[in-house]
């Protein structure tokens, strides 16, 4: 069964670093881009960017290029979502989705259940 | 701002059928294949459709989906109050916008 399993809530303060995780099973994680989409309170889904684990090839959404660093261990089939420095406005829910794709098709079929980030003074 | 637009909200009676319309142009939707995901309040969203109008397996056939030219639509017919969630399409876009966008998403109500 093909599972993807999120590292739990966080609560920081602006200016703290975060890692946040996703671990994958049940599949050949390094054969599968993962994804990363954000979701702020009350909004709608938000697509942050992908990485493929075989290689580490990464692409970001400009709108999130610069502001976050998506990152992947292979050898314990995890993915990475991290912030060096955090403003309040980076308080949402994350999700990892596995990235299907086969030329102009792409899809998410599997989700993570999600990891809250909330940043606050 | 998304770049596929979707109308707010969609609502009709149990049993009834809704259609959710997505709107893009040529450099996403009208050369690339959409998929459907919905998201139950407080889940993680799920893969409803994908290359316009595959079901994977578990879902109903009362899911479907179409595309033509720019647009691409969700259809849900036999509406249950199980149905009501928000629902998102998703495609690539070719632009430097973002290879990939999701659309502003729409709140199915079952009255």
């Known amino acids: 069964e093909v599972q993807l399993v999120q590292s739990g809530a966080e609560v920081k303060k602006p200016g703290e670093s975060l890692k946040i995780s996703c671990k994958g099973s049940g599949y050949s994680f390094t054969s599968y881009w993962i994804g990363w989409v954000r979701q702020m309170p009350g909004k709608g889904l938000e697509w942050m960017g992908i990485?493929?684990?075989?290689?580490?090839?990464?692409r970001y959404s400009p709108s999130f290029q610069g502001q976050v660093t998506i990152s992947a261990d292979k050898s314990i089939s995890t993915a990475y979502l991290q912030w060096s420095s955090l403003k309040a406005s980076d308080t949402a829910m994350y999700y990892c989705a596995r990235h299907m794709t086969d030329g102009h098709s792409s899809w998410y079929d599997y989700w993570g259940q999600g990891t809250l980030v909330t940043v606050s003074s | 701002q998304s770049v596929l637009t979707q109308p707010p909200s969609v609502s009709a009676a149990p049993g009834q059928k809704v259609t959710i319309s997505c709107s893009g142009s040529s450099s996403n939707i009208g050369n690339n294949y959409v998929s459907w995901y919905q998201q139950l309040p407080g889940t993680a969203p799920k893969l409803l459709i994908y290359?316009?109008?595959k079901r994977p397996s578990g879902i109903p056939d009362r899911f479907s989906g179409s595309k033509s030219g720019t647009s691409a639509t969700l259809g849900i017919t036999g509406l249950q109050t199980g149905d009501e969630a928000d629902y998102y399409c998703?495609?690539?876009?070719?632009?430097?916008?973002?290879?990939?966008?999701f659309g502003t998403g729409t709140k199915v109500t079952v009255l």
């Open positions: 998703g495609t690539w876009d070719s632009s430097l916008s973002a290879p990939y966008v």
């Open positions: 290359e316009n109008n």
């Open positions: 990485i493929y684990p075989g290689d580490s090839d990464t």
